[in-house]
């Protein structure tokens, strides 16, 4: 927020919970952190259960405050998932784009937000670890594929990563998925689509505004004097929550403003 | 719950089985408190070892060496056991030597009883009688079980198996000072990755030989499961051949425990389907690696808890349990290095705790009461690795070894840490219940905020507040309980009170006993099952001395607690270090000082130490901590 915030009236402001799925070391922690901190660590220990941080965004019109959990990508920590996923506005679904297996894993994780999840979740699937690849080298060529915005931007990172298969063990590219199959999987899926590389920075606080961006406005309550009134509560809340989910599909929204 | 004194007369059989049996030195700590309880009901029956007449502000003692007792008792019975296995054993009764060295210094405990008495005389003990009264009288008499038992010295303290011949005849000398930090730190190295296109396996296996100390897990069909160092393609062919050395004791229906090649020991501990394996060349004890090894075991309980790891090898023996284990083996690696490194914590069975004023604690405590989540089932304050205050429900003690796996989790392994933001983790507390999960919930404070013009705060300095519940929903409840603990503790001044006492360290020896010709030492309140040690510095900072140190004292912990001795008093002289062990029912202590230290003066500084820790006891242990 730039601008002085004592001239104009305080922009509204609202909490969004997020939560990060993905397959074990794809880079979720990370991501949160370069966002969070924007920082890097090499080699980072892998999560243990699931971290709880907080963020805020500032759009031009209101400031979203990320409560953002970051959950661990083993299997065994799976049968957790629905705890963290449960009542989210949003999810990133992570993969990384030297491992295709990881982006086997990103499908069933959004098949079961699909199924599982609210129906209003906004979910934006990443590639990560892009600095490993050929387009890492300068974030100006860094794939970033909205799925809605499309079509000229699009081709070119398809080119982009057509070259880079191409050149795989000469130039030691290590990409194994081609930004076109993610992209047109998020297309089909109505997903939000980034690669980011949380290494360099790139593309990172995009996918958060773009999610920022895509949450309905309908969905959002006033957070202010209500920092407390913890709308994503796992626990205390869950009773209502399942009770309003039990409801038609739109409640889910009435839900966010009754909720303070 | 046990009751809170049994009957004297049982007492008194149990204790004369115990000596009947093959007695270990778990049997003659029993008869210590039965003589105890003498001084009070009169007995005459039964040889007791000569002791100093007791003062009668000392019946809180005795109270809790006689309350103790039940527990004991459970105890002695796994003892008994663990002598059976022990015999089976090949090399049984090597204990001699220390047995000897014991008679040599017997008058020389003799002294030290007597002043060690005196000393408790001497020492404010009133005042302590009083503080200690004043927990005691709010909780009723049936309930004194719980006071003493917010840890429950659940690993046994008795050694398992025979002392390793070589360690007891002759004591371990590191050539003076050929080990070096680097050389030493080379030990925690990656081995790096095997690439057969690379060729590099001759390479890697070399530096994976030249390792100290390995820890190796593999399950009963022979699939290696984790290892300390190199990876299991490395080292696929060394788990085939001790699968197969198990496997060909297994078939003739004797267990195998442990051998020896060279300098190099094998231990090995089986639990089901999981074989558990330390190879050492750092002349560790057989009982020491054990407990190790159980420690590793452990935290595989914690990541997996009992019956899905039962579940797991009865569905499919030949199950590769690598893949539940996933994302868990930094916490095994960090447990094994703090082995390697040396740990007081696991040698003692026991925990260590920041030294506050008593009032502080009390405030901590109470502020960790007001704020306390319905939800809540332990509250701990821990400050660079040592426990601050913990609260806990009146039915439930917390065990040693499970807060080690805590506390290696939260502040060895950097998976915690690193995820800058507060944690939610299911963790199962085997000492607690191996069957099912508890949901922590860590925050670490940022005591620079408090102190200012503090530069980074490093890993031993970091205050976190770790809270337990049963539920997996609560953690916006322990989020709101973190959160007005930390105004409270902020607004009543204990995080200044926390941050000073981390910054002041552990006192040198020399603070305590002003010119002592001790160098270091450690004690052990058995009762509380936490122990208390001087600063490694100034000569113990460095890995390797420190690694040292802890070398020695494995020796004189291994010594002391020899199976078929009754040592009290250790005295031991080698060319690099002079150590010394006391043992008595109410505490452990172990120092070391120069190698030319007069043992006069040493004995004489053992015994201000016991002194000063008696004086400061409320300070430097937590004794009964808050319950609800």
New interface residues.
């Given amino acids: 927020m730039s601008e002085s915030a004592g001239a104009n009236a305080p922009k509204p402001s609202s909490s969004v919970k997020l939560v990060l799925l993905g397959e074990a070391a794809v880079g979720k922690s990370s991501l949160v952190l370069r966002f969070v901190n924007n920082d890097f660590q090499e080699n980072k220990e892998p999560t243990i259960g699931a971290a709880f941080l907080t963020q805020k965004c500032s759009l031009p019109t209101r400031t979203i405050k990320f409560e953002i959990w970051d959950t661990a990508g083993q299997e065994r920590f799976a049968s957790l998932a629905p705890m963290y996923y449960r009542n989210a506005q949003a999810a990133l679904v992570v993969y990384d784009v030297t491992k295709p297996s990881s982006l086997t894993k990103a499908k069933h994780w959004v098949a079961e937000l699909q199924r599982q999840a609210s129906p209003g979740i906004v979910i934006a699937l990443v590639g990560n670890k892009l600095d490993l690849t050929n387009d890492g080298g300068d974030s100006s060529a860094a794939a970033a594929a909205e799925a809605e915005s499309e079509p000229t931007s699009g081709e070119g990172e398809d080119n982009a990563a057509g070259e880079g298969e191409e050149q795989d063990t000469a130039s030691g590219d290590s990409r194994k998925v081609s930004t076109r199959e993610a992209s047109s999987y998020a297309d089909e899926e109505g997903l939000l689509f980034f690669e980011t590389s949380a290494k360099t920075g790139a593309n990172v606080v995009d996918v958060f505004t773009a999610i920022a961006n895509a949450i309905p406005e309908s969905s959002l309550k006033t957070g202010r004097g209500g920092a407390g009134t913890g709308q994503t509560a796992l626990g205390g809340r869950s009773g209502d929550d399942s009770r309003v989910n039990l409801g038609d599909r739109n409640a889910a929204t009435a839900k966010e403003g009754c909720a303070c | 719950m046990s009751p809170p004194q049994t009957n004297p007369e049982n007492d008194q059989g149990e204790d004369r089985n115990e000596s009947a049996t093959d007695a270990q030195i778990m049997s003659s700590d029993i008869d210590l408190s039965s003589n105890d309880r003498m001084t009070r009901t009169p007995s005459p029956e039964g040889n007791r070892p000569p002791l100093p007449p007791r003062p009668n502000t000392l019946s809180l003692l005795n109270d809790e060496a006689a309350s103790r007792t039940p527990s004991l008792q459970a105890e002695a019975t796994t003892a008994v056991s663990r002598t059976d296995i022990g015999t089976q054993s090949p090399d049984g009764g090597n204990a001699s030597p220390s047995a000897y060295s014991s008679l040599a210094v017997r008058g020389l405990s003799r002294g030290l009883k007597a002043r060690a008495s005196l000393s408790q005389l001497t020492s404010p003990k009133s005042s302590d009688a009083g503080d200690s009264a004043s927990i005691r009288s709010s909780v009723q008499n049936g309930d004194i079980g719980d006071v003493e038992a917010m840890f429950m010295d659940f690993v046994n303290t008795t050694p398992a198996g025979p002392a390793d011949t070589t360690s007891l005849l002759h004591f371990p000398e590191f050539p003076a000072d050929d080990v070096n930090d680097e050389e030493f730190l080379s030990e925690f190295d990656p081995i790096g990755e095997l690439d057969e296109q690379a060729g590099n396996e001759d390479l890697f296996l070399q530096r994976w030989k030249a390792k100290q100390k390995h820890f190796l897990i593999l399950s009963a069909a022979g699939k290696p499961i984790w290892t300390r160092h190199g990876d299991s393609g490395l080292i696929s062919t060394y788990v085939g051949v001790i699968q197969t050395i198990i496997s060909f004791y297994e078939d003739a229906d004797d267990r195998l425990r442990g051998f020896s090649t060279g300098d190099t020991r094998f231990v090995i501990l089986t639990h089901g389907s999981l074989h558990l394996v330390a190879i050492s060349r750092m002349m560790e004890s057989d009982y020491q690696l054990r407990l190790q090894l159980e420690a590793l075991y452990m935290q595989i309980l914690s990541?997996?808890t009992l019956p899905s790891l039962t579940h797991l090898f009865s569905v499919r023996p030949s199950t590769d349990l690598k893949?539940?284990l996933?994302?868990?083996e930094?916490?095994l690696s960090s447990l094994a290095d703090s082995f390697t490194r040396g740990s007081p914590s696991t040698l003692l069975s026991s925990l260590e705790c920041l030294k506050v004023r008593k009032v502080h604690r009390q405030t901590i405590n109470n502020a960790l009461l007001k704020t306390k989540a319905p939800k809540l089932l332990y509250g701990l304050v821990v400050a660079s690795g040592r426990l601050v205050s913990v609260i806990r429900p009146k039915k439930h003690s917390l065990h040693p070894g499970d807060l080690q796996l805590l506390f290696n989790?939260v502040f060895e392994?950097?998976?915690?840490k690193?995820?800058?933001?507060?944690?939610?983790?299911?963790?199962c507390l085997p000492g607690f219940n191996s069957s099912g999960y508890l949901y922590?919930y860590v925050s670490f404070l940022d005591l620079r905020d408090e102190i200012e013009g503090h530069e980074d705060i490093s890993k031993d300095e970091s205050v976190a507040i770790v809270l337990i519940s049963p539920?997996?929903?609560?953690?916006?409840?322990m989020?709101?309980m973190r959160n007005s603990l930390v105004e409270q503790l902020r607004k009543n001044g204990s995080l200044k009170v926390i941050k000073s006492a981390v910054d002041q360290g552990r006192p040198l020896t020399t603070d305590i006993v002003p010119r002592t010709v001790l160098r270091h030492f450690l004690y052990k309140s058995r009762a509380n099952v936490q122990f208390t040690m001087s600063s490694y510095a100034p000569e113990f900072t460095s890995v390797s001395r420190r690694r040292r140190l802890m070398s020695v004292y494995n020796n004189l912990h291994a010594s002391i607690h020899a199976k078929n001795t009754h040592v009290k008093v250790h005295h031991c002289v080698s060319r690099s270090a002079t150590s010394f062990a006391w043992v008595t029912p109410v505490f452990e202590l172990y120092c070391i000082a120069e190698p030319s230290a007069n043992r006069n003066a040493l004995v004489q500084s053992a015994s201000k130490i016991a002194q000063w820790v008696q004086q400061e006891e409320e300070r430097l242990f937590i004794i009964g901590g808050a319950v609800f």
Avoid: H, N, Y
Wanted: charge should be negative; hydrophobic fraction near 35%.
């Fill in positions: 990541t997996l893949r539940p996933q994302g868990s930094t916490l989790m392994a950097d998976g915690v690193a995820g800058g933001g507060e944690s939610w983790i299911p963790v922590m539920d997996k929903e609560s953690f916006f409840e989020q709101e």
